[in-house]
């Protein structure tokens, strides 16, 4: 179907490219808010980039065009084209908001760049930044898919192991595959860390876009093999002993790079606003005043088998009659049409707000403390910390 392809415009479809503000609020008040939340840290992680220099720049730009390709290879694929995004006051296609390019540079970057400060050796730094780069996002996801910020496949096998309404294959795809990011990017900077060279440039925009999502295929291949074939608990936990491992192992050798060329409090603030944005939305805001009109999962009859091309069966369509997601039809008029892949859901109401918030709240505490301490100006002025050199990258 031509229209669920993420590039194609779909003049059929209800969207428009720009939506005011003020009618976004009216129907999904916390997703304004997060939209602009990543604007706004993404414009910081670009200031904080632009004050350290060639390296940093390369970076950001890096995230932003391997997580860029990274969203629309998968929403092609028919394997894991299994999520819809919400219509942002700002969109691309009818299936790519703007901000979404954003949230691969926050989490990406962020991550990557707080670690060069450790000077760990390239497979260790590597670890680590994918094991923070899931403490960034694992809030994200959890508010996102809350509140209706994306909707995901109600029948599809490689999500179907959830934890607080997120994928478990979800966590485990953020922590390979910007780990596998860091380490392209830490290898096509290896004997030009100050960038000196349009070559490098070259080279390491090459490794991140055409490798980061192989390599990322490649370690959950194995790791799915733990929990019967698809993303699990299993997996997750292994991932995260061996990653936490060679992450002590790298402590243990590494050498402080030299100093920062400038201060890392851009990229502190943004974080710190981050995560306690995240948190207050989560406390505040209500997901019955959600209501999401956008591409979702095709409307039709129930239990209508479909095989996807890794063998694994599961149900073409969605029906009212027969789903378990986090929405539900109360505040239409009407059901969808069979065939229809745009209508509106609505939100459900919290039945544990107080699990949702103890989790917000140790996740926003362990990322501020993470962050914090690698974006301080105490670590700043103790020498430790500043460009991906060689030393960290052998």
Same mark, same amino acid.
């Given at each position: ?12 479809l ?59 290879l998968f ?44 000077? $760990? ?10 094991? $923070? ?26 999500i ?24 392209l990017?830490?290898?096509g ?13 070259a ?10 999502? $192989? ?15 698809i ?80 063998? $694994?069966?599961?149900?073409?369509f ?20 069979? +065939? ?42 103790s +020498?430790? +910390?500043?460009?991906?050199s ?5």
């Open positions: 179907m031509l229209a669920a392809l993420p590039w194609d415009l779909a003049p059929h209800p969207w428009s490219p720009l939506t005011s503000p003020a009618a976004q609020w009216e129907v999904m008040p916390s997703f304004l808010v997060g939209e602009y939340l990543f604007y706004a840290c993404t414009i910081l992680a670009f200031v904080h980039a632009r004050r350290h220099g060639r390296a940093h720049l390369l970076a950001w730009v890096a995230a932003l065009l391997a997580g860029t390709a990274n969203d629309m929403m092609a694929l028919p394997m894991v084209d299994n999520f819809w995004q919400a219509q942002a006051t700002i969109m691309l296609t009818p299936r790519l908001p703007l901000y979404i390019p954003c949230v691969y540079v926050c989490f990406m970057y962020f991550p990557t760049v707080a670690v060069w400060r450790l000077g $760990l050796p390239r497979i260790a730094q590597a670890a680590l930044t994918g094991l $923070l780069a899931e403490l960034f996002y694992a809030p994200y996801d959890i508010v996102g898919a809350k509140f209706l910020w994306w909707t995901w496949h109600d029948t599809d096998m490689p179907a192991n959830r934890l607080l309404g997120v994928p478990v294959g979800s966590s485990m795809w953020v922590i390979t595959f910007v780990a596998g990011f860091a380490f990017l830490a290898t900077l290896r004997k030009d860390p100050e960038v000196e060279r349009r070559s490098t440039i080279k390491a925009l090459a490794l991140v876009m055409g490798l980061s999502s $192989l390599q990322m295929m490649v370690q959950m291949r194995p790791l799915q093999l733990l929990d019967e074939g993303p699990g608990p299993r997996g997750l936990v292994v991932v995260i002993v061996i990653y936490l491992g060679v992450v002590v192992w790298g402590l243990r050798r590494r050498q402080p790079p030299s100093p920062r060329r400038a201060s890392d409090r851009p990229l502190l603030v943004a974080a710190i606003l981050y995560y306690l944005t995240l948190a207050g939305i989560m406390a505040i805001a209500d997901p019955t005043a959600h209501r999401s009109a956008s591409m979702h999962q095709t409307y039709g009859e129930c239990h209508v088998e479909a095989t996807d091309i890794m063998g $694994l069966t599961r149900y073409e969605l029906c009212a009659q027969d789903f378990d997601e986090d929405f539900d039809f109360r505040c239409v008029d009407h059901l969808p049409a069979a +065939g229809d892949e745009w209508y509106t859901v609505c939100g459900r109401a919290h039945t544990d707000l107080a699990r949702f918030m103890m989790v917000m709240a140790l996740l926003s505490a362990l990322g501020i403390a993470a962050y914090g301490t690698l974006l301080s100006d105490r670590l700043r002025s +020498g430790r +910390g500043s460009e991906p060689s030393n960290a990258t052998h």
